[in-house]
């Protein structure tokens, strides 16, 4: 007993001796990447998915113990394209988790190299662009209007648009009320809102595939909250039973907006926020420059 002890302990200290930095480096990394995909896994259908495949997992241990010779062949022909399998069965999970990594800050920073700074004339259209929506939901909650405005932000939807009729025009109060007319044939569908512009409407919007979301909301509800769960969009939705101004963001949606209320809420999403020239200083200059001021307290 005694000598497996010391002899524990002496592969023990072996290990730390042979232990690097970039041991320490890996193993945080590891534990990282198997954090973050517990995270996106939890609550969602890959969770279930992923239940079901331990299962099956215990189902061919038991298999392979007993000696269930005709189950464990039935297992191992299904193990051989597990990889194929999960992909394909996974494919929604994967490519949201993708998603969400382009839309870190790692990812903004890398599309920032690009371009470091927003035009003013730019900027100028997208406030202009909000005040029309503002101005049109203000209108269309009165008349109970119902209407879906996607806000194209660093996820491109390509794919959406080309569901829909390409448009590219300058947004006027007038132009936006006339593509929601009740009567106007792309009023069913969702308008996208790129750079500033009306690039497209009568877009047929992804539903959200959460069960757990209120009844209450319909089908314009569910198809913003879908498109908001794979892209960074926001979106503007007017209840056509209630007037109700909602927006959706994230997966999340937030309802009883007023005209005040929501103009805040749009310039707080696509303003950018480009810091004063004071302020743009390198990163390691900027903590040390806080550290100084930190002193003089």
């Not at 194209?152 to 080309?162: M, P, V």
Request: aromatic share 6%; charged share 20%.
């Amino acid at each position: 007993m005694w000598a497996q002890i010391v002899n524990l302990y002496n592969n023990f200290i072996t290990s730390m001796q042979s232990f690097k930095v970039t041991d320490v480096l890996d193993i945080v990394i590891v534990s990282f990447l198997i954090y973050s995909l517990i995270k996106i896994m939890r609550e969602t259908r890959a969770e279930q998915l992923v239940k079901g495949i331990l299962i099956l997992l215990i189902a061919f241990a038991v298999s392979s113990i007993f000696n269930l010779k005709m189950l464990n062949t039935l297992f191992v022909s299904f193990f051989q394209f597990s990889v194929l399998a999960v992909l394909i069965v996974f494919q929604p999970e994967l490519r949201s988790a993708l998603e969400h990594i382009g839309r870190s800050k790692i990812g903004k920073y890398w599309t920032g190299l690009a371009s470091s700074s927003v035009e003013e004339e730019q900027l100028k259209q997208i406030r202009k662009c909000i005040n029309c929506v503002v101005e049109v939901a203000n209108k269309f909650q009165k008349s109970k209007t119902g209407a879906l405005i996607v806000f194209e932000r660093s996820t491109k939807l390509g794919e959406i648009i080309d569901t829909g009729t390409v448009i590219d025009a300058v947004p006027s109060v007038e132009m936006i009320g006339n593509v929601f007319f009740n009567k106007a044939p792309l009023h069913d569908g969702a308008m996208v809102i790129r750079n500033g512009k009306v690039h497209a409407a009568g877009c047929i919007l992804p539903l959200t595939k959460n069960n757990d979301i209120s009844t209450d909301l319909g089908t314009r509800h569910r198809a913003a909250l879908g498109i908001s769960e794979n892209s960074d969009a926001v979106i503007v939705i007017v209840s056509e039973e209630t007037g109700t101004i909602s927006i959706a963001k994230n997966g999340i949606i937030t309802r009883n907006y007023t005209r005040e209320t929501l103009s805040m809420a749009l310039e707080e999403d696509l303003i950018p926020k480009e810091p004063e020239k004071s302020e743009r200083v390198p990163v390691v200059g900027g903590m040390i420059k806080g550290k100084k001021n930190e002193r003089k307290k």
